[in-house]
Structures are given as C-alpha cells and as structure tokens.
C-alpha cells in the first residue's frame, strides 16, 4: 500500500520534531516543506531529504502531491492556514493549540466539514498508548471514583520577551503554550471517570502571574470542577520548573503517570503507578511500544483520514472545542486576552481574507418597505449568549452568518450591557460593510419605556454601532400609560433626520399596532412597518420574559395574513424546544416553564415524524413552518455554536404546503 503524502507548513523546531517521528512512520512519507522563505525551505529540505521546497505556504498548498498538511506555525497563525489548508482540500494535522480561542476553533471545524477533509489537533501524546491505557484503567474504576486531578506542564525556557514564549504577538504565555495540555488530559479523565470520552468543567477559576514586561500569563495555577464532584487542578508556566507529571486520586486509590506528556520511559519502562488504598506498594503497569510518539501519531492521521475525525483518546472536533472553551475560561480568569481578542481591537476575519457570500449559498431574502438592501429571511441573534471573549465569538459568527449570504442582524440597547452594540459595531468598522448589512436596533425597554429614555438610549446605540443610522428601530417593550401618539411623534423625528430608515416594535400588541398607524396615518408620518413578537410552532407556555408577547395563535396570523405585515420572529426555534424537548429531560427549567404542554409534545411528534419523511432534523422542519407562512417573516436565530448556524440554514430549501403548516400545528 502507498504511504500518505505529507507536507509539512513551517520549519520551526516542532516541525522538525514531527519530521524525524514521520520518518519512523508505519504510514506515512514527507514529501514537501512549505516556508516563508526559499531559504528556509530548503535548509529544511535538505535536513529531511524533502523532494519538494516551497518558498510559501500558499505555494505547499498547491502542490498536488500532498495529501495532509502538518501545521506547525506559531499559534496565532494556526487558524488562517487550517482554514486554508481546509479550503486547498488537504487532511489537516494542527499543532495544538488548534487555534488561539474557542471562537477561532469553530471556524477552522467548520471549513474542515465544509471542505471534506480530516482535522486533528496536535496533541501527540493522546494517541499514544500508554494515555489509553490510562482512560481504560479510570474507566474501569481501577482506583475506584475519581475524586482530585493533578496535573502540570511547566518549565523555565528563559526570559527573553521577544521570543515565540513570551511574545503577545506570537501568542506566548503558559495556558496555550503547555497549561493545554494539563486541560486536556483533566478533561480525558473526568470524561473517562464518568463513561465518556472527555467531559467539559462546569466551573473555572484561576490564579496567575502576567509579566509587567512580557505582558502574557509566565506563570498560573487553575482550579476546575466537573460533573460527578471531581476536581481538579492545573499548572502550568514557561519561566518556572515544576513536576511534569499527572495524579489522579480517587475513592480506592491513585494513579501516578510520571511521563504524561511525551510518554518516556521511567527506570527504563513506560509505565503508570497504580496504587489501591488497601495495598502497601504501588504496582506498575508498563506499556509495550518500540513506535515513536510522533510516528504514532501520525499513523493515528492516517488510520481515519477517511472518517475525518479521529476516535478517543485521539482529539475528536468535540474535544477540541471543549478544550478551547476551558483555556478561554482560565485566561479569562487571570485577565489574559490578547491584543486582538479586546473588544476596542480592529480585528480581522480568521482566514485573513474578505467576508463575501460564498457561491452557492442557499439565503433567501425578503424586503421591507424603507430599506432598499436585501434582508435576509434568517436574521443573526446578538445576544452573544455563552461567549467568554465578546469580539472573536461576535466576530466568528458575523463572518460566518455573511459568508452564509446573511445580511440582517438583530440587536438591543440592554444586550450585554451594551455590549452586544459595541462588539457589532467595531465589527462593522473592522469589515468595512456598514452599507451590505442590515441593522435592526431595539430599546426603550421597561422601565425606560417614555419618549425621553427612547431617544437617549438611541443616541448611545448609534455611537456603540459607530454608524448614523439604523435600518429598522424597534421599540423593545410598549408603556400603556403613554399615548401611541407620543412615541410616533418621536419616532419620527429620527426618522425624518435620517437616523432611522424605519421603524417598527417588539412585544406590542396588535391592537396597540393598529392605534399606533392610525395615528400616522392622521398626521402624515411613518407607521410601523415590522412587528418583533415570539411565534415559533411551539406554543409559548409561558411568557419568556415580563412583557414578552406571542403572536402564534390563529387570530393574529389571520391578522398578518390579512395586513401581510412582516413579523421578525424571536425564539422562532422555541429556544431548543425541538432539539432538546422531551418529557424526562428536566435540567433546563426555563424550557420546561415556557414549551413544555402535551400539545407541544404532540407538535414535537409530529415534527420528528415529518423530519424522517423529508430526510432533514426536526429543527429543519421547525424553522421551515416560520418561514412558510403565507405573511413574510424573519426568524430570528441565536446559535451558540457555528454547527447551529449551518445546521439551521437547509430549513431555507424547505416548501410546507398549507395542509402541511395545519398538521404541525395540529389544526388538522
């Protein structure tokens, strides 16, 4: 069988690491060297016998011969080129860190799946067999539950600030240098303690030392919990020497692994230390390998290139991801972001090229009367909901959402304390595409529901957004005990200054909307274009909110049938609903105060039914019955995850017919 072509993006010291483990391969030949310089590419060549030297990455991506690209820049550049790599149709092994944030993970996933191609982040010792043997002995209660993780990777590499360890620029600092791996391998325990093949700490706090002159973490200590009540705790530095090695502690005893991370011999064995409680000695277990750490590793590469991904204790996509969140958590925790991760940074889209609709995008779009640009018929949620870093997560999913051929993005006043504003605004500023995009702006919500706060508030929006205008101005809630006319007056002073294009509200009745527009239409002013209220096929239960309105029931979708009035429809998915909805699963209390009802279980039967039949997720089918309403809509999604946005977007290429919408609904 013929070996696996490999080039190899960098000519650093870990990619001459990986060089010699690849030549040791059982699976695997080098065949190009990709660098930023002729010279550098060659010197490397020469030292590794390379056939092929290219003075560019871009130039290595080209070359036809290659199958899989090791990446081995330094960190901040690792997101650019597994994009890249992903977009060039190369098999993708990425140094760890995968990426330097959580937000920048997802997007590099995404063009993997996008692109067809197998991803694995680069942390060597979780394919070899001696940390399988570990997750095999936790799983197998070899030291009963597990209770404390211990688990270090530091060392002292000099100080000298401008250098790959220390430098902000370079993403220097301990967490992603080495903390990653003390994370990961938490994580693979606490995973492996409770039946699963990583699990996710549900909480993170942290301590450590950001250099006055090196400006990055030198030094921290971080203490996780996870699920079962096991914690755990991790060091990490690059200007101190600690013990590199992991302990776990559990119930009926503890395991010592004195090599974890390159997975040498100790007293001339690769071994693990187990000791019960009711034995005097430790005893070994030794593990049996003559293949190098990195030649296994790269035959793992090779194994599931097919599957794309490969299984545990190997990074999975998943793992990765929940070990991005967790270094997001600790940095957080000790104030380290870098400079482009700051919400005041101009920062550019991931793969360092311009944010344009891919061909062959499946959005469609919709008009309103007074925005001459197209609105897309999904509409991005702001809210920024589970992000730890606001600008790259804001960033990520802006991108992503206009690559998607997304226009219009909603936001509000009192998101995030403002924050969802900002982040959307130097977005804006940072892309350049003010006039491509769509801004749908709410406030003047409870209690500063009057004319005053309205126009206050909005002056403070359009200097968050850094724009002159908004496209839609929503009012977020309505104040019954101040005449219609007196917000239509005012609304339409901005209005008439350019500082809205047009206007509509949120959770307002049909009734308040009719007054509302009678009153324009006495005085010759703009009415109420839009109206912002839930409507999703499931029925709201309860109110979300206070002052939260559903517009669902058959009396009000005669009305926007009749008035065919759009409706940007929010939790249009039922927050979950009907991917997370069942009868047992009651964790989630808000989901079962606001969905949970026998009818919705019967409209949640109905969709899953309907989703076999039509090949698609009952998400698809769910979203499908906002959008093929006989009234133009706009629902609003709210991903958390760059997956739920493309997992959302097949329900654009969904047709339900009028017998169709009634039997969801159960009105057949």
């Not at 695997?28 to 560019?56: C, I, M, W, Y």
């Not at 942290?206 to 030198?218: F, L």
């Amino acid at each position: 069988m013929s070996k696996i072509a490999w080039g190899i993006l960098g000519t650093g010291s870990i990619a001459k690491t990986f060089a010699k483990g690849l030549a040791t391969s059982k699976t695997g030949q080098l065949v190009a060297v990709g660098s930023r310089t002729p010279e550098a590419a060659d010197k490397f060549g020469a030292e590794f016998n390379v056939p092929h030297r290219h003075g560019s990455y871009e130039a290595l991506l080209a070359d036809r011969e290659v199958q899989v690209v090791y990446i081995s820049t330094p960190h901040p550049m690792h997101a650019e080129w597994a994009i890249k790599t992903a977009e060039a149709g190369k098999h993708i092994l990425c140094e760890k860190p995968l990426t330097m944030n959580h937000a920048e993970a997802m997007e590099v996933i995404e063009a993997a799946h996008r692109n067809d191609v197998f991803l694995m982040e680069a942390f060597m010792y979780r394919c070899h067999p001696q940390t399988a043997k570990l997750a095999e002995l936790i799983r197998d209660k070899a030291i009963g539950e597990v209770r404390v993780i211990q688990a270090t990777f530091s060392f002292h590499g000099g100080f000298n600030p401008a250098s790959r360890l220390l430098n902000p620029a370079l993403g220097g600092g301990g967490i992603l240098d080495v903390g990653c791996y003390c994370a990961s391998m938490s994580r693979l325990i606490a995973g492996a303690a409770v039946g699963k093949d990583f699990a996710d700490p549900i909480e993170v706090k942290a301590t450590g030392y950001i250099g006055d002159i090196s400006g990055v973490d030198e030094y921290t200590v971080a203490a996780l919990k996870f699920p079962g009540n096991i914690v755990a705790e991790l060091s990490t530095g690059v200007q101190v020497n600690q013990d590199n090695m992991v302990r776990v502690f559990g119930s009926e005893g503890n395991i010592v692994v004195p090599s974890p991370w390159f997975c040498g011999p100790t007293d001339g064995r690769i071994k693990l230390m187990v000791k019960r409680n009711d034995e005097k000695e430790a005893r070994e277990v030794v593990i049996e390998t003559d293949e190098g750490l990195y030649s296994i590793e790269a035959d793992t590469v090779a194994a599931h290139l097919a599957q794309r991904q490969a299984p545990a204790p190997a990074m999975s996509w998943d793992d990765s991801l929940g070990n991005m969140r967790t270094l997001d958590a600790w940095r957080v925790a000790i104030g380290m972001l870098y400079a482009d991760e700051k919400h005041t940074a101009e920062r550019p889209p991931s793969h360092r090229g311009s944010i344009q609709p891919r061909s062959g995008h499946n959005m469609r779009y919709g008009s309103i009367a007074g925005i001459e640009k197209p609105i897309s018929r999904l509409v991005m949620g702001t809210m920024l909901e589970g992000a730890q870093l606001l600008l790259p997560h804001g960033a990520a999913f802006f991108d992503n959402f206009v690559e998607a051929g997304g226009t219009c993005f909603d936001t509000a006043y009192i998101y995030g304390g403002g924050m969802s504003e900002r982040v959307i605004g130097q977005w804006l500023k940072s892309r350049g595409n003010r006039e491509e995009v769509v801004i749908l702006a709410k406030g003047a919500h409870t209690p500063y529901c009057n004319p005053k706060d309205l126009t206050a508030q909005f002056l403070e929006t359009l200097d968050r957004l850094q724009t002159d205008y908004v496209d839609l101005y929503m009012m977020h809630r309505d104040n019954l005990e101040i005449p219609v006319g007196e917000f239509m007056d005012v609304l339409n002073e901005h209005v008439q200054a350019g500082r809205m294009r047009t206007i509509g509200v949120s959770n307002w009745s049909i009734e308040r909307v009719e007054e509302a527009n009678a009153y324009a239409q006495s005085k010759g002013l703009m009415g109420f274009k839009a109206l912002s209220n839930n409507f999703s096929l499931a029925r709201m239960v309860s109110p979300i909110w206070a002052g939260s309105i559903s517009t669902a029931d058959p009396e009000s979708r005669a009305w926007f049938t009749k008035s065919q009035t759009p409706l940007f429809a929010w939790s249009s998915q039922a927050r979950g609903f009907f991917v997370r909805g069942n009868p047992n699963f009651t964790a989630d209390a808000e989901l079962v105060r606001c969905w949970y009802s026998e009818d919705n279980f019967q409209r949640l039967e109905r969709v899953q039914e309907m989703a076999r039949q039509k090949g698609v997720t009952p998400i698809n089918i769910a979203l499908a019955y906002v959008l093929c309403q006989p009234f133009p809509t706009f629902p609003l999604i709210g991903p958390r995850a760059l997956s739920e946005t493309r997992t959302s977007l097949p329900a654009l290429d969904i047709e339900l017919s009028p017998e169709e919408l009634r039997w969801l609904n159960l009105e057949d």
